[in-house]
């Protein structure tokens, strides 16, 4: 692959887990409570 293929898919790879976190902390900020504790790590994100 090419270098700059690599860094767009990184890129996106990071988008998607950026806006997966910013779901998963909306959803424990209105009080669900997700498997084993994954809303304890949502606590520790600025946003």
Not at 9 to 17: F, G, K, N, Q
Not at 22 to 35: I, K, M, R, T
Not at 41 to 46: A, C, D, E, S, Y
Request: proline residues 2%; glycine residues 6%; positive net charge.
């Amino acid at each position: 692959m090419k270098r700059s293929t690599t860094v767009k898919l990184i890129a996106i790879l990071l988008l998607c887990l950026a806006l997966w976190l910013s779901a998963l902390n909306s959803f424990c900020d209105q009080g669900g409570d997700f498997f084993s504790g994954l809303c304890l790590v949502t606590k520790w994100m600025p946003w």
